[in-house]
């Protein structure tokens, strides 16, 4: 809507006005890593991160979260949905949101998580330092950014800072901006151009051409090959900015007639997540490792492509480093699918 320009000494005030308004998650800084949380002070603030532990989709699908509270009255659902600013949001975390938008309302509107999606404000920021296993450049790297309010990118002596909706731009008020000049924006789209081009990883092939491939590997030894020290712990699962499974439970109260159906976030790379419980005993239809293993490349860059128009990966990096085997990087696994 509107381009403008914050100075780096009106950030403090710009975000204290936020904190006034909303609770504001942030990226702040958890021993030599970053996480997003709910910031306490505007100096915990760190928009020079390079990756968050885990993805922002945190904010509004939580990795623990009730769904019905029931006694014998009946039940009660537990949508209680909180207004919050996610502020510093990287474009492509900002696009695996877009795409969790779509998983949960495409087919079957997730309540839950929309509610929470739809009472949060996002604004967006550069990446002013990449994550070592980034690979964002050359990953959806077309795909516009949707979904997000405004997008502040660092520029000399301070922000531009983009208004993309209502919502975004009710929020000029709450701090002291200028309207940028156009070198202003200029600079701005070199730096996020920048941030592409100089990802430290980078993946072969278009999108069209990496579903073509991987699918047609379906019977290929190489995921035997790359599985063979997975652990099944599904870290690069629950790190993921796209994935979205989860698993519901109940839990009884000592009364035996209250209790609670929560949902927690699941893994397809563990081997309980395709067992099911049949007429004639239980049945795991991904029994083997690199049965899982192939599963996750496959959702990646292929199944899901139909749905998302692309990949539903981001480039993030954030399953490289979060794999103790170091086998989960999609930019090393396709590259080398690609060659086959
Ligand atoms: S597969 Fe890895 S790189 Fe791609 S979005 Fe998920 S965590 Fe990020
Ligand atoms: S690929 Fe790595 S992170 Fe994923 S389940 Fe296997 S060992 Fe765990």
């Not at 991160?49 to 990795?63: E, H, N, R, S, V």
């Not at 796209?242 to 081997?271: H, I, M, P």
Request: proline share 3%; glycine share 6%; charged share 25%.
């Amino acid at each position: 809507m509107k381009q403008y320009f914050l100075t780096d000494q009106d950030l403090t005030a710009f975000v204290e006005g936020l904190m006034s308004k909303y609770p504001v998650l942030a990226p702040v800084a958890k021993r030599s890593r970053f996480v997003f949380e709910r910031l306490e002070s505007v100096d915990e603030l760190r928009l020079d991160y390079d990756t968050t532990i885990l993805p922002p989709k945190k904010a509004f699908f939580p990795a623990k979260q009730d769904l019905i509270h029931f006694d014998q009255d009946g039940f009660n659902a537990c949508i209680d949905p909180k207004e919050q600013v996610l502020l510093g949001v990287h474009p492509h975390d900002i696009k695996g949101i877009a795409m969790s938008d779509i998983f949960y309302s495409d087919r079957k509107v997730d309540n839950n998580y929309m509610a929470n999606r739809n009472a949060t404000i996002i604004i967006g920021s550069s990446v002013q330092n990449h994550y070592k296993h980034a690979f964002f450049g050359s990953i959806n790297a077309e795909r516009a950014m949707t979904g997000h309010d405004m997008f502040m990118t660092k520029i000399d002596g301070g922000y531009t800072v983009e208004t993309v909706s209502e919502k975004g731009e009710s929020l000029i008020a709450l701090g002291s901006f200028a309207d940028a000049t156009d070198e202003q924006v200029a600079q701005a789209a070199a730096v996020n151009k920048a941030a592409m081009d100089n990802c430290p990883e980078k993946l072969n092939g278009t999108a069209d051409e990496i579903r073509e491939k991987v699918r047609s590997n379906f019977d290929s030894a190489v995921w035997e090959e790359c599985a063979k020290d997975c652990f099944s712990c599904g870290s690069c699962n629950i790190v993921c900015c796209t994935c979205y499974c989860f698993d519901v439970q109940d839990e009884w109260n000592l009364d035996g007639a209250s209790g609670k159906r929560f949902r927690l976030w699941d893994a397809c790379l563990t081997s309980e997540f395709s067992e099911v419980t049949g007429p004639v005993g239980a049945e795991n239809f991904r029994e083997e490792r690199a049965e899982r293993y192939r599963h996750r490349f496959m959702r990646k860059a292929a199944y899901l492509n139909e749905q998302l128009g692309g990949p539903a990966c981001t480039g993030c990096g954030r399953c490289s480093g979060a794999c103790t085997a170091n086998i989960a990087n999609p930019a090393t696994v396709i590259n080398k699918i690609m060659e086959l």
